[in-house]
Nanobody, 118 residues
Framework: QVQLVLSGGGLVQAGGSLRLSCAASGNIFSINAMGWYRQAPGKQRELVARITRNGNLNYADFVKGRFTISRDNTNNTVYLQMNSLKAEDSAVYYC????????????WGQGTKVTVSS
């Protein structure tokens, strides 16, 4: 199993920045990918950014050029640097770790709320 602890959410004005952190523990050597997702009220959870074991990156179109996903292997933490925040970025942000391939198994963190005031 993998445990994920998130931090870094909060209230920020439009145009501002926040950095989210997701610290992984447990079976970290089996993690193939980690990603950030978000869910706004009344909407489905959606992928924001993802980083694989090999360092491949994927971003949703709506955050390209504004958000950056990165990781620090020394402390098993994945970050999401969010710049130029918009009101529509307001959501609960979740971190997900995926282990295994067939089938892949996902583990979710508890979520952290990001509110961007316009």
């Amino acid at each position: 199993q993998v445990q994920l602890v998130l931090s870094g959410g909060g209230l920020v004005q439009a145009g501002g920045s926040l950095r989210l952190s997701c610290a992984a523990s447990g079976n970290i050597f089996s993690i193939n990918a980690m990603g950030w997702y978000r869910q706004a009220p009344g909407k489905q959870r959606e992928l924001v950014a993802r980083i694989t074991r090999n360092g491949n990156l994927n971003y949703a179109d709506f955050v390209k050029g504004r958000f950056t996903i990165s990781r620090d292997n020394t402390n098993n933490t994945v970050y999401l640097q969010m710049n130029s925040l918009k009101a529509e970025d307001s959501a609960v942000y979740y971190c997900k770790a995926v282990i295994g391939i067939d089938p892949p198994i996902g583990y979710w963190g508890q979520g952290t709320k990001v509110t961007v005031s316009s």
